[in-house]
């Protein structure tokens, strides 16, 4: 069967997105408190239990501690890739801190258009953002590694949602990420868009995305000639290494 990922999820976000499908656990900081201690004894136990990587979510704001439980974790035997897994709205700073520690990068790339992460997402600055961030994950991953069972070892998973009414900014975002990084990233194309509530503002984020709309952007893909990319088609291709949380329609 699938190996899992070993997901740790940590409360809180640096974005706002207003159709987000886990604001209890980014925003309601519906959490446990624990000690650095103890998050490099989780990390141990998540490798007893045979998960195929450590799966970091929405952590950036804990770097220094996941810096600290990463290096007891490492001291007292532990192997796994590390997998960060973020919205892309990361200074590069900061992810210079984690140099080294992290295989696996998951970022997302939400927005080419600064108008749409202003209204969706607050942050007006986020396309501009993302690009270094991602600039500077690819830095320290490179191009992407297997292991024999073609399990990603090292390497960099772009993850692009495409939101109903808006695939001309999906298109840009591939545009750019091909022109940027050819083959040597994956691209994750996602589909699974569900309206979280109805928004007055906003009315084309109350529907879900059309077939017709996901088509278009995938045909893209194609035409770009994007080879290193998943598309979700119910069927899920070699993607036992991207965790779950991504495929999930909630």
């Known amino acids: 069967g699938d190996?899992?990922?070993?997901?740790?999820?940590?409360?809180?976000?640096?974005?706002?997105?207003?159709?987000?499908?886990?604001y209890n656990i980014t925003h309601?900081?519906?959490?446990?408190?624990?000690?650095?201690?103890?998050?490099?004894?989780?990390?141990?136990?998540?490798?007893?239990?045979?998960?195929?990587?450590?799966?970091?979510?929405?952590?950036?704001?804990?770097?220094?501690?996941?810096i600290q439980a990463l290096d007891i974790a490492r001291k007292n035997g532990l192997k796994l890739p590390i997998v960060y897994n973020s919205s892309g709205y990361e200074r590069p700073e900061t992810l210079?801190?984690?140099?080294?520690?992290?295989?696996?990068?998951?970022?997302?790339?939400?927005?080419?258009?600064?108008?749409?992460?202003?209204?969706?997402?607050?942050?007006?600055?986020?396309?501009?953002?993302?690009?270094?961030?991602?600039?500077?994950?690819?830095r320290q991953v490179g191009t992407p590694v297997f292991d024999a069972d073609g399990m990603m070892k090292k390497g960099?998973?772009?993850?692009?949602?495409?939101?109903?009414?808006?695939?001309?900014?999906?298109?840009?975002v591939l545009c750019d990420l091909h022109e940027t990084f050819g083959d040597d990233i994956y691209i994750s194309i996602m589909s699974q868009y569900t309206p979280c509530r109805t928004f007055e503002d906003t009315p084309e984020l109350s529907r879900k995305l059309t077939r017709y709309e996901y088509k278009k952007v995938t045909d893209l893909a194609e035409k770009l000639g994007i080879v290193n990319g998943f598309l979700q088609s119910g069927e899920a291709a070699k993607e036992s290494f991207i965790p779950d949380f991504d495929e999930r329609g909630v």
Do not use: W
């Open 3 to 22: 190996v899992g990922s070993g997901t740790v999820f940590f409360t809180g976000c640096n974005l706002g997105c207003i159709y987000c499908q886990n």
């Open 156 to 172: 960099m998973i772009v993850r692009h949602l495409v939101l109903p009414a808006h695939t001309a900014d999906s298109m840009n």
């Open 96 to 138: 210079k801190m984690l140099d080294g520690y992290i295989d696996i990068y998951l970022p997302d790339y939400k927005y080419f258009d600064p108008v749409l992460a202003k209204k969706f997402s607050f942050a007006p600055d986020y396309p501009s953002v993302v690009r270094e961030a991602l600039r500077e994950m690819f």
């Open 28 to 66: 309601e900081h519906h959490g446990k408190e624990i000690t650095v201690r103890r998050l490099a004894e989780i990390f141990l136990e998540l490798q007893e239990l045979g998960a195929a990587n450590i799966n970091l979510v929405t952590a950036v704001h804990f770097t220094p501690h996941i």
